[in-house]
């Protein structure tokens, strides 16, 4: 895919990790104009949600906001939350291609998370659901604020963490969501609100 200077940046990819999966970071993939721009864009037309978990019996909510898209039949499940995605945005519906093109893999949905501030997080886990596949591959753009991104393997406990920053891209693929957990901690002091777009393939 040829890049257009005026919407995407120029840096080199730097490898994360290449061992049990791999994960590459493309910092400032969106030019930091473009990147300002979505974000402004998705935080006030997406359909934010609320999501609840079950735990101990009573809902909890989930600390973020979270809204999903993708083509029909693409549901998704996590920890007892079911989604039934909304129909693409033109905006998310370019980011695809785009992304499609760069990867050479095909994406049917995104979940969007909102981090409203430094308490909105999310704990360890993988994406390791039945709907992925095996070895699924994830492209996750960060947009807004910079916030702590950690991986850490399941076997060693070896930990890498990473600032994303507006813009950043992160690939993830291979055997990385079996063998590596992923987290962003809650930060204590202020922080602006930020969007992430994990887009994937879900398998029927």
Request: glycine residues 6%; aromatic residues 10%.
């Amino acid at each position: 895919m040829s890049q257009q200077p005026d919407l995407f940046a120029s840096k080199q990819p730097q490898t994360l990790i290449s061992e049990d999966g791999s994960a590459i970071l493309y910092p400032g993939w969106l030019t930091p104009e473009r990147a300002t721009l979505l974000f402004a864009e998705l935080d006030t037309s997406l359909a934010w949600e609320q999501t609840h978990l079950q735990m101990y019996g009573k809902p909890v909510p989930i600390p973020r906001l979270n809204a999903w898209y993708g083509d029909a039949g693409s549901r998704y499940s996590y920890s007892g939350a079911h989604f039934t995605p909304q129909p693409w945005t033109a905006a998310l519906q370019n980011l695809r291609d785009e992304l499609e093109s760069m990867v050479d893999t095909r994406f049917n949905s995104v979940l969007a998370n909102c981090y409203r501030d430094g308490r909105d997080s999310v704990a360890w886990h993988s994406d390791n659901e039945r709907e992925l596949g095996a070895t699924p591959t994830i492209a996750s753009l960060s947009l807004g604020a910079g916030r702590d991104f950690v991986l850490r393997h399941k076997q060693s406990q070896r930990q890498v963490r990473v600032t994303l920053q507006n813009g950043d891209l992160l690939i993830m693929a291979g055997r990385l969501q079996r063998c590596w957990q992923h987290q962003l901690p809650k930060v204590s002091g202020a922080v602006g609100r930020r969007i992430n777009l994990t887009f994937r393939r879900v398998w029927k």
